[in-house]
C-alpha cells in the first residue's frame, strides 16, 4: 500500500511589499477619499439641491469635492436607507473598482428623519433601524 503523496512547491507566490513611501501615499489617498465623500455626504444632508445636481451632473459635482472619475465615465448614483450594514470601506472598494472599470457607483445614504425618540425627545432615527441588538423594537 502507497504512502501518502509528498509534492513540493516549486513556485511561491510573492506577496509584494509596499514601500514605506508608497504605504505612506496610499493611506493618504484612503484618508482623503474618507474625507472627501463625507463632505459630498453631508452637503446631500444639509440641501437637496446638492443631491439633485448630483443626480444631473454626478461628474461635476464629484470633481467639486475631489473625487474625480476618468473623462467619459459612466456613473451611477443610488440613494440608500441606512441599514448599518454600508460602511466608507464599501463605497471606497466601488469607487476603486470605478477607476478600473470606468463605471461608477456613487452611494449616498438617505438623511436620516427627526421623529420622536422613545425617551420622549426627538432625535435621528432612520427608517430601519441600524443598530445591533436593535434598541427600538426589543
Given at each position: 500500500?502507497p504512502?501518502?503523496?509528498v509534492?513540493?512547491?516549486t513556485r511561491?507566490?510573492?506577496v509584494p511589499?509596499l ?7 496610499k493611506?493618504?489617498?484612503d484618508?482623503l477619499?474618507?474625507s472627501?465623500?463625507g463632505?459630498?455626504?453631508a452637503?446631500?444632508?444639509q440641501?437637496s439641491?446638492?443631491?439633485?445636481a448630483?443626480?444631473?451632473n454626478p461628474?461635476?459635482?464629484l470633481?467639486?469635492y475631489g ?6 465615465a459612466k ?11 454600508g460602511?466608507?470601506?464599501s463605497?471606497q472598494a466601488?469607487?476603486a473598482l470605478g477607476q478600473?472599470?470606468?463605471v461608477y ?14 425617551g420622549g425627545?426627538?432625535?435621528p432615527?432612520a427608517?430601519?433601524?441600524c443598530?445591533?441588538?436593535?434598541c427600538?423594537?426589543t
Amino acid at each position: 500500500m502507497p504512502g501518502p503523496r509528498v509534492t513540493r512547491l516549486t513556485r511561491l507566490t510573492r506577496v509584494p511589499r509596499l514601500s514605506p513611501r508608497l504605504l505612506n501615499a496610499k493611506l493618504n489617498h484612503d484618508r482623503l477619499f474618507r474625507s472627501a465623500y463625507g463632505k459630498l455626504v453631508a452637503a446631500t444632508w444639509q440641501d437637496s439641491k446638492v443631491l439633485a445636481a448630483l443626480k444631473k451632473n454626478p461628474a461635476r459635482v464629484l470633481a467639486k469635492y475631489g473625487l474625480h472619475t476618468k473623462p467619459g465615465a459612466k456613473i451611477n448614483v443610488e440613494v440608500v436607507a441606512p441599514t448599518g450594514y454600508g460602511s466608507v470601506e464599501s463605497q471606497q472598494a466601488a469607487w476603486a473598482l470605478g477607476q478600473s472599470k470606468g463605471v461608477y457607483t456613487v452611494y449616498i445614504p438617505s438623511k436620516l428623519k427627526a421623529r420622536p425618540s422613545i425617551g420622549g425627545g426627538i432625535g435621528p432615527v432612520a427608517d430601519s433601524c441600524c443598530c445591533t441588538p436593535c434598541c427600538c423594537c426589543t
